[in-house]
């Protein structure tokens, strides 16, 4: 490429050029990457694709209140870049020293970097040889898993940034929450935004959206991308039909154990197939399977998993079966803003062999901690009568005094045979856990 080229796109994505930021800040995840960049090392932005990685990068080197000419951005998903490759990186960042003459410490943002056979090499490059300060942002089918802690060769922090959490989701449709106060004061609201959140999910740009149609319009891309950009291509899938049909069975069952070897024979598939499509998609953060707990590790991979998916926009889009779903689609709700909380802890479902069933049971450590149930229609006596009795049985097989059971609208306490069962509306259960919720930083370094 003629380096007029190379310097036409770059103008278009940094400050020094074209670039004007209009996003909504995203706090939570900056106080993060404050303390990782004291550790000197390559900084991994990772996390499902649209979940806002490069629009966050973007905020953070406008916050770090450099002079413009101290950060170039690249994004490789820019069409206009032709023929990937190390030497095209090399032209790149000498286009960006002789045009912008940065002082000796800047900083270099590589977007969507996995687009770049060889990009492990530039990076170490950079942060090696020049001293650059390197943040690399990349789709989680290259970058989510252990791949770029080899190409790194470990010389690397990362965070994982999520769709917005829920208090995020206020925050984006301007409900500021603050304390209880606000929380009492905005309910009405808030409840009503529940509904949305549920429904639309917590993809950045779809939240921002105000019209239904452009929201769905959006969802279905964003479903198509993750599909076939970083599970299909990334993988080399060929049946691309199938790949397709068994994502929206997994997205259409969330919530619900699914067994291996039933999902093959629902769909007419080979085990092995099924295996395979299910990890590529775990790999991209499409589909969770949560496991039944058990102290077997045996007894974890024989049992049916639990289904969840990163946000519910993405499988209301494909499942058109919202409202007779709402039960199912809040204990994803659960699941993910439980995942945000607990990056460090472990989460599974429980169940025994009577069939009594506990939705979540989050273990740090050797010990089970916390006992949840998510029970969206429990104001049926029976189903409340089924559920508590599901988590007292839960509660004396860990040795738990207290149980915690997610209502769509109930708020009480109630003491059931010696156990304290506390009852929470979904909503205000949000606010609670995003208020305590650190993001708690996962990095390496060796």
Not at 26 to 36: A, F, K, V
Not at 391 to 401: E, S, T, W, Y
């Amino acid at each position: 490429m003629r380096r007029t080229e190379i310097l036409r796109i770059l103008v278009d994505w940094n400050y020094w050029g074209n670039y004007k930021d209009e996003s909504v800040e995203r706090g939570r995840y900056i106080e993060n990457l404050n303390h990782l960049l004291k550790t000197g090392e390559i900084i991994v932005i990772k996390g499902v694709r649209r979940a806002g990685k490069s629009t966050f990068m973007l905020q953070y080197v406008n916050k770090l209140g450099l002079e413009e000419k101290n950060a170039l951005v690249v994004n490789f998903e820019d069409p206009r870049f032709k023929n990937l490759d190390l030497e095209l990186l090399d032209t790149i960042y000498e286009v960006y020293l002789e045009e912008l003459q940065p002082d000796k410490e800047h900083y270099v943002i590589l977007d969507e970097v996995q687009e770049v056979e060889g990009w492990e090499k530039f990076a170490r490059y950079l942060h090696e040889a020049k001293k650059v300060r390197v943040f690399i942002t990349g789709s989680s089918s290259k970058l989510l898993s252990e791949e770029y802690s080899t190409l790194l060769a470990g010389r690397h922090v990362d965070i994982e940034i999520f769709p917005l959490c829920f208090r995020e989701f206020l925050h984006f449709k301007g409900v500021s929450i603050r304390g209880r106060i606000e929380m009492i004061k905005f309910r009405h609201r808030i409840r009503k935004l529940l509904d949305e959140y549920l429904e639309f999910g917590g993809f950045p740009k779809v939240v921002l959206i105000e019209e239904e149609k452009g929201k769905e319009e959006l969802l279905n891309n964003y479903f198509r991308d993750i599909l076939i950009k970083d599970v299909q291509r990334r993988f080399k899938v060929r049946e691309t039909g199938k790949l397709e049909e068994l994502a929206k069975y997994y997205l259409t069952n969330i919530s619900t154990p699914q067994s291996f070897n039933r999902v093959r024979k629902w769909l007419n598939l080979s085990l092995d197939t099924v295996e395979r499509y299910s990890k590529y998609f775990a790999i991209a953060r499409l589909i969770f399977f949560v496991p039944k707990f058990s102290f077997s590790m045996k007894e974890q991979i024989l049992n049916p998993k639990k289904v969840y998916c990163m946000d519910t926009g993405l499988r209301n889009i494909v499942s058109f079966k919202f409202t007779e779903d709402l039960g199912r689609i809040a204990e994803n709700v659960v699941f993910l803003n439980l995942l945000f909380r607990n990056r460090d802890k472990e989460i599974y479902y429980w169940k025994d062999h009577t069939g009594k069933e506990v939705d979540f049971v989050v273990k740090e450590g050797l010990k089970v901690n916390e006992l949840i149930q998510a029970c969206w229609g429990i104001e049926e006596e029976k189903t409340e009568r089924r559920e508590v009795r599901a988590l007292i049985k839960a509660m004396d097989a860990f040795k738990l005094n207290q149980g915690l059971v997610i209502t769509k609208g109930i708020d009480k306490e109630e003491e059931v045979d010696g156990k304290r069962i506390v009852y929470k509306p979904l909503w205000e259960w949000l606010l609670e856990i995003n208020s305590h919720s650190s993001n708690k930083l996962q990095w390496k370094n060796k």
